[in-house]
């Protein structure tokens, strides 16, 4: 569930040895499932294990995870990174915005996962977001964007060369296309 690097470990280590004995590290997702999400580790005192906790044993260490975190860590990976700046812990969780679904899911499911884990987070720092409101019979996914995307010029470049273009990778075979919602209601409900 949780990769941590053998650097990561021995700071984790060097850190607990100035604990109370049995000390554990906690890793937790702090508004999991949501584009807010933020993924942390503190120190966890013996006695603040819970019974639901996940406990995941390291070279001398555990890691401790509450049971609503779980889902949201699968893929996690915390390593130690040295650089001109120092040394700083850096975590990644793929899925802590977006609880992970099966290959197999269904198109809806699977899309809506790609949006939250990868399209918003690129969106995000212009302030804007994209929402799946359908899949057509036809086989389109009809997006409506939202925020800082809202009435942006560069709009129609972000879908059709930013995100159709890595939709249609991602899933080939299954996708014909995107359309921003706003394109789709004026095709189908305009007067000519």
Known sequence: MITISEDAQAHFVKLLSKQEPGTNIRVFVVNPGTSSAECGVSYCPPDAVEESDTRLEFNGFDAVVDEESVPYLDEAEID????????????????????????????????????????????????????????????????????????????????????????LE???????????????EAGEHSYY
């Open 80 to 167: 130690y990174v040295t650089d001109q700046m120092g040394s700083q812990l850096t975590l990644k969780a793929p899925n802590a915005k977006a609880r992970k679904v099966a290959d197999d899911a269904p198109l809806v499911e699977r899309i809506n996962y790609m949006i939250e884990s990868e399209i918003n987070p690129q969106l995000a720092s212009h302030g804007g977001q994209v929402m799946l409101v359908e899949v057509t019979e036809e086989g389109y996914a009809i997006l409506q964007f939202g925020g800082g995307c809202n009435g942006c010029s560069m709009v129609d470049v972000t879908l059709k060369d930013g995100i159709e273009k890595q939709m």
């Open 170 to 184: 991602h899933f080939a075979g299954e996708l014909k296309g995107v359309r921003d919602a706003t394109e789709h």
